[in-house]
Nanobody, 124 residues
Framework: VQLVESGGGLVQAGGSLRLSCETS????????MGWYRQAPGKQRELVAV???????NYADSVKGRFTISRDNAKNTVYLQMNSLKPEDTGVYYC???????????????????WGQGTQITVSS
C-alpha cells in the first residue's frame, strides 16, 4: 500500500490549505487513517484521525480549525486546515492502520503505512 500526500505549501497566517492523501489500495480495508505532523526539533504528533465508520478525533490545538474527511470512492483522505497559525508549520504525514486502534489511536506505532510527508509553512 502506498500513501501519497499532496497539497502542502507556504501560506500566510490566517489562511487555509487542504491536504490530500491518496491510497494505492482500497480505503475500505483500512480501519483508521490519521494525519500527523512534525515541527522542527519536536516529536511527531497526531493532528487528526478518522475511523472507517467516520468517527474523528483531533489534537486540542487544531480543534475547530482542522477537519479530517474521507472519500471512499476516491480512496482519499483530506485534511482541511483553516485559520492557520505559524505553530502549524511542519511536515505533515498521513498514516493508515488496518487493525482496530480505537483505544490507542495516538500511538504512531499502531499505523501500518506512512506517506512521504508534505511540508506546510505558515508565515506570520
Amino acid at each position: 500500500v502506498q500513501l501519497v500526500e499532496s497539497g502542502g505549501g507556504l501560506v500566510q497566517a490566517g489562511g487555509s490549505l487542504r491536504l490530500s492523501c491518496e491510497t494505492s489500495g482500497s480505503i475500505f480495508s483500512i480501519n483508521a487513517m490519521g494525519w500527523y505532523r512534525q515541527a522542527p526539533g519536536k516529536q511527531r504528533e497526531l493532528v487528526a484521525v478518522i475511523a472507517s465508520g467516520g468517527s474523528t478525533n483531533y489534537a486540542d490545538s487544531v480543534k475547530g480549525r482542522f477537519t479530517i474527511s474521507r472519500d471512499n470512492a476516491k480512496n482519499t483522505v483530506y485534511l482541511q486546515m483553516n485559520s492557520l497559525k505559524p505553530e502549524d508549520t511542519g511536515v505533515y504525514y498521513c498514516a493508515a492502520a488496518y487493525s482496530d486502534i480505537s483505544s490507542d489511536f495516538r500511538n504512531e506505532r499502531r499505523y501500518d503505512y506512512w506517506g512521504q510527508g508534505t511540508q506546510i509553512t505558515v508565515s506570520s
